[in-house]
T-cell receptor, first 110, second 116 residues
Framework: QQPVQSPQAVILREGEDAVINCSSS?????VHWYRQKHGEAPVFLMI?????EQKGHEKISASFNEKKQQSSLYLTASQLSYSGTYFC???????????FGGGTRLMVKP | GAGVSQSPRYKVAKRGQDVALRCDPI?????LFWYQQALGQGPEFLTY????????KSGLPSDRFFAERPEGSVSTLKIQRTQQEDSAVYLC??????????????FGPGTRLTVL
């Protein structure tokens, strides 16, 4: 079952902040965040691992609540380049593949 | 190149034709994944290789879909007797990942398949 992302879409003014949430019904080993622009490959942003380890971009932060099987991506002081669709991909202990949410469409306006 | 490459970038096929989609992963990456992405949706897992071994093919939608990675590097996804519902973007991703999965997956630009 795929994780649920919220909100489905958000419009920001440049410089504003946003939070994107990802929730799973299954126990998670890791959560991976990607941004995809139209017609392009998903670009890796961050990985959060069970136990608290994180790696990713310096300007993007995220949290992972293992007990609630939830992750949040925090975008601060948004820039025009942040526009795109954000996907969370979750991995449980049963396999190596990622199960992706339906995406959150983010538009940053000047 | 430094990233994952896929070819062709676009493919138009008539219903019933066979197609082959190629993926060149990042050099040295052990794991290779294929995903299918429908318009406006997130990628959906198709199959996974670790080196030349296909360890998981649970996401392949039918026996018309076949993937191989014979030398543990380049991979080919083949779709036989294409149907209109096969129209989608097919994404390939590679990773240093071994069992344990602590590494990110890097995606290629995808092949957009349109079946008429």
């Amino acid at each position: 079952q795929q994780p649920v992302q919220s909100p489905q879409a958000v419009i920001l003014r440049e410089g504003e902040d946003a939070v994107i949430n990802c929730s799973s019904s299954k126990a998670l080993y890791s959560v991976h965040w990607y941004r995809q622009k139209h017609g392009e490959a998903p670009v890796f942003l961050m990985i959060l691992l069970k136990g608290g380890e994180q790696k990713g971009h310096e300007k993007i932060s995220a949290s992972f609540n293992e007990k609630k099987q939830q992750s949040s991506l925090y975008l601060t002081a948004s820039q025009l380049s942040y526009s795109g669709t954000y996907f969370c991909g979750t991995r449980n202990n049963a396999g190596n593949m990622l199960t992706f949410g339906g995406g959150t469409r983010l538009m940053v306006k000047p | 190149g430094a990233g994952v490459s896929q070819s062709p970038r676009y493919k138009v096929a008539k219903r019933g034709q066979d197609v082959a989609l190629r993926c060149d992963p990042i050099s040295g990456h052990v794991s290779l994944f294929w995903y299918q992405q429908a318009l406006g949706q997130g990628p959906e897992f198709l199959t996974y290789f670790q080196n030349e071994a296909q360890l998981d093919k649970s996401g392949l939608p039918s026996d018309r879909f076949f993937a191989e990675r014979p030398e543990g590097s380049v991979s080919t996804l083949k779709i036989q007797r294409t149907q209109q519902e096969d129209s989608a973007v097919y994404l390939c991703a590679s990773s240093l990942q071994l069992a344990g999965g602590r590494h990110e997956q890097f995606f290629g630009p995808g092949t957009r398949l349109t079946v008429l």
